[in-house]
């Protein structure tokens, strides 16, 4: 095809528009291009009786309705087309197998190329790459051309946090981000959204490489987990999303508006309040205390209106036998689903289906159903010290046709049998582990999300399925909630964060915080956002009063699910009223102003139909002073947390001694609107 942008449908985002053409990607802005890639291509890596062979298109030729290329020595061929949709360039690929040799796939590069030499005399290329996290507690954040990624520091952590197929490369510039990216480059504005559509069969990734600041590789590429491709084969693959814009957060929500769309995410109408045991109980947790908090519960509905009331961890005799409670629950876990209901309460409860620890009945009694390593033991998925500091917890095959059995049955008598119609879905990851399958056609991800199709199955299409520590992609379109950050804790952060987790992944509140703010995009696209509990006790935590304050602004502006994890009886009377004085804040449409400025954003804008909010953060160490542009003509604003009018000169207001850990929120009152409205 002739090397002319017109010769494709481009994608226009804000004057800035993408041209695909065989070999060259472009985006242009009046004419002149400003991100460019060459040497577009595709290419695999396949396993031929043992030998692992790489490939790398030279180049794509024209061929009916796209382009194409061959590899003739396998008889292998990938075939490109594009169309437009919602102003974004949409490429899909199909993979034909012509030869006489079974193929083994590991990897599928959908889309490949090199980015253009950078003009003579042109300043240094200052990059911004959003890297998304592999599943819920992935660490996920936009990193500059001189920073590096990198895993945590131990194989256990790595198993429960990251994708061990895929080391971080602990180089500078050089990253994987899981599903999409967007790239900015600041100094001419231009941004690049680059995402795959269809998730459910591939563990599907985008490689950049900006190291030095030069754009020197993009790929979107799928794991092929080592699946067959037989001869006559056809396989028709996802499709790679792209648009161009000056704006790489809307860039984000165009992507995942449009992925959610192809993958029919389940995006219930109304976001539920609930209340959940761990944060407060923790594995202690009794039959008598849930039965204490729903007392406490229906006293204050009219001040804290919760749906449902969740039973966490430390109900069940061991992992794997979830029909089986302990001895703290004498009646049963059906009569206190009763009583939940009987409240005037939906009523959750928290299981890990795909895994089962050795002193376990489902252990001991159907070892065949146990996913396995090369040597044939099972495979370890998690080292929980508050199940046991001895052996791990193992994963079960879900793509075993009993297991799939096992777990329709498991979603069946908790949802429908015992009345749990909020399911709290833990630790999923573990049945995308690597490993030696019962079915060895199957992806990674369709394995995992075989196991959850087969536990909505059994639950009902009524069911809420809530996914947590879940590899986002295989999800899309059977959970209602997400987990989109590592859990909160009762304290900041800790040595195990700070050190062994690299202040990234792992369970601290900071870290939820963060990914509260970089996932805010994926709400009511692909699914409700969790961003976890609120907890804000004064007493059994470390938080301070500003870092409660912050989490629960953080929590209320992104309008994710809204859950308590606090006895509420014996809260003062003050933390309470923080309660009732953030609720009213659910409901708006957030925009995190600096996701592409710096690693940990500061800035949060949430739009209502009765006015505007703004929380500018402290997540410094100090005490920090903040200029903050008011995007109305107004005279002052109202600071939510103090009731304090604040002037606006010049179009800002100054905000001063933001503590650390902090926040300022302010609310923009629209004419007409009483504030009082937002208190």
Known sequence: MADDPAALPGAAHEALSIAFEAGRLRLHSEGEPRIELVGVTVGLIVDRNGERLRWRAAGLEESAGGWSAHWPELGVQM???????????????????????????????????????????????????????????????????????????????????????????????????????????????????????????????????????????????????????????????????????????????????????????????????????????????????????????????????????????????????????NDKFPHGLRWLAERIRAAGFDAGIWVAPFLVRPESRLFRERPHWLLRTSRGRPRPACWNPGWSYGRPAYALDTTHPEVLDWLRELGRTLARQWGYRVLKLDFLYAAALPGVRADPTATRAQALRRGLEAIREGAGDDAFLLGCGCPLGPAIGVVDGMRIGADVAPQWENWISRGPNRRRHGVATAHAMQNMLTRAFMHRRLWLNDPDCLMVRASETQLTPDEVRGLATAIALTDGMFVLSDRLEALPAERLGWIERILPLLGGRARVEDCFERAMPERLDATYADGDAIAVFNFSGAAVDRRVVIPAPVASVRELWSDAELPVLDGAVELSAIPPHGVRLLWIERPGEVIEERR
């Open 79 to 325: 075939a490109l087309r594009s169309d437009v949709d919602e102003g974004a360039l949409r490429l899909r690929a199909t993979l034909e197998h012509d030869g006489d040799a079974e193929l083994r796939l590991v990897e599928i590069a959908l889309l490949e190329g090199v980015g253009g030499e950078p003009a003579a005399g042109a300043p240094a290329a200052d990059w911004a790459v959003f890297r998304n996290g592999y599943q819920s507690w992935s660490g996920t954040r936009v990193y500059a051309a001189h920073e590096a990624d990198a895993d945590p520091w131990f194989g256990f952590l790595r198993d429960s946090h990251t994708d061990v197929a895929h080391r971080a490369a602990g180089r500078a510039g050089v990253f994987r981000s899981d599903l999409v990216t967007a790239l900015v480059e600041r100094h001419s504005g231009a941004a690049l959204g680059i995402g795959v559509l269809e998730t459910a069969t591939y563990v599907a990734a985008v490689e950049v490489d900006v190291s030095g600041g030069v754009l020197r590789r993009v790929a979107v590429v799928l794991d092929g987990d080592d699946t067959p491709l037989r001869p006559g084969e056809r396989r028709e693959l996802p499709a790679v999303w792209l648009a161009a814009g000056r704006d790489g957060w809307a860039l984000l929500e165009g992507w995942a508006a449009s992925c959610g769309a192809a993958m029919r995410a389940r995006v219930p109408q109304r976001t539920p309040l609930g209340w959940c045991s761990w944060y407060y109980y923790f594995t202690r947790v009794a039959e008598t205390d849930i039965i204490d908090n729903l007392g406490a519960l229906g006293r204050l509905r009219a001040r804290v209106p919760c749906d449902y009331v969740q039973v966490d961890d430390g109900y069940q005799r061991a992992i794997g036998d979830w029909f089986e409670p």
